[in-house]
């Protein structure tokens, strides 16, 4: 079965600084790989989709790569601003079997202090 | 706007009742998708359906069910039989079950009262 970590589960940085969210993944048996943003009660926004034949993603400020071989990713933000405060989900669809869904970490909490 | 619709936004339940959670999508998508959250955990999939009337569950199915009589709507029921139904409920879609990217509705936070 399918397990995704995420680390650190919280961060608290200066604005302006550049940063990095760490997602591992148990088996490296996967369609792809999607960061997501949740604002507090609200829903997922989608950030970046990583096919599993790809090694990175970038939008704007940031910067997704994948490394299935190993089981990781990490979203890169540059330059973060108070609006990049937010919970970060990393998810995979799981190729090896059992639901077609995509199974998710428990998100890094990330405050950016203005 | 194309997007996916959650109605309601705040839904409370009785003890002993049954709910459903609306969702709608206007993106032309095959598959749908229905997650629980709480607090401290990952979101969990609940059901999931490829195509119109034909729907699979997901890792927490006991006490929901489904329907997917139309390809753009997706509706959730919470029966008496979930013993622990408060929480928040996710539905997303996708243009195809696997390698493509998901979008997500704004949720439904459901309380038992």
């Known amino acids: 079965k399918q397990e995704v970590t995420q680390i650190p589960a919280a961060l608290s940085v200066p604005e302006g600084e550049n940063l990095v969210l760490n997602c591992s993944f148990t088996d490296s048996a996967i369609y792809n790989l999607q960061w997501f943003r949740q604002d507090p009660g609200k829903g997922l926004t989608s950030l970046l989709l990583?096919?599993?034949?790809?090694r990175e993603q970038t939008s704007g400020r940031l910067n997704a790569s994948l490394d299935k071989s190993s089981g990781r990713s990490t979203l890169y933000i540059a330059a973060s601003q108070p609006g990049d405060s937010a919970t970060y989900l990393c998810a995979n669809m799981y190729s090896g079997g059992g639901a077609d869904g995509l199974t998710f970490g428990k998100g890094t909490h990330l405050i950016i202090q203005p | 706007d194309g997007g996916i619709t959650q109605s309601p936004k705040y839904l409370f339940r009785k003890e002993g009742q049954n709910v459903t959670l609306s969702c709608e999508q206007n993106l032309n998508h095959d598959a749908m998708y229905w997650y629980r959250q709480d607090p401290g955990q990952g979101l969990r999939l609940i059901y999931y359906?490829?195509?119109?009337?034909?729907?699979q569950k997901g890792d927490i199915a006991e006490g929901y069910s489904v329907s997917r009589e139309k390809k753009e709507s997706f509706p959730l029921t919470v029966t008496s039989a979930q013993k622990n139904p408060t929480a928040f409920y996710l539905c997303?879609?996708?243009?195809?079950?696997?390698?493509?990217?998901?979008?997500f509705g704004q949720g439904t936070r459901l309380t038992v009262v």
């Open positions: 990583i096919q599993s034949s790809q």
């Open positions: 359906s490829q195509i119109v009337n034909d729907f």
């Open positions: 997303a879609s996708s243009s195809g079950l696997w390698n493509t990217e998901a979008f």
